[in-house]
């Protein structure tokens, strides 16, 4: 089974899904700049993914950057959560191997449980 090496690409991106286009509103209650918005069939998508910023290919160093850049934003998600928005976790892996394996970081998975965020994976090799 494989691990988190150098031959293999994680990035994490954080998605909130919103029906009404609330990008700024968003930003402004996070205190956070998303990394790329979009719409698509009336859906809203505000996004912040550790693609460019973290160069570390073990999924635990992009586990970390998102966790920094969240650290003071625990309330507002859970606040945002409450009034409709809906979040998403991505974990993009792509490895040489067709059968690697990452584990992501409890406190991750904890904070993302703390405002009902789903982790989705996608995965390719």
């Not at 402004?28 to 809203?44: A, H, K, M, Q």
């Not at 892996?93 to 394996?101: H, P």
Request: charged share 20%; hydrophobic share 45%; net charge negative.
């Amino acid at each position: 089974m494989g691990t988190d090496t150098a031959a293999n690409r994680f990035y994490l991106t954080l998605a909130i899904y919103s029906q009404r286009n609330e990008f700024d509103a968003i930003s402004g209650r996070l205190g956070v700049e998303p990394t790329d918005c979009s719409e698509r069939n009336g859906i809203y998508t505000w996004r912040f993914s550790t693609l460019d910023a973290c160069a570390d290919d073990d999924v635990s160093a992009h586990a970390a950057l998102l966790l920094r850049t969240f650290s003071e934003t625990s309330d507002a998600l859970v606040a945002l959560a409450r009034a409709g928005f809906e979040f998403r976790l991505w974990v993009f892996a792509s490895g040489e191997d067709s059968n690697y394996s990452f584990v992501l970081p409890d406190a991750l998975v904890a904070w993302l449980a703390s405002f009902g965020a789903d982790i989705c994976v996608d995965a390719w090799s």
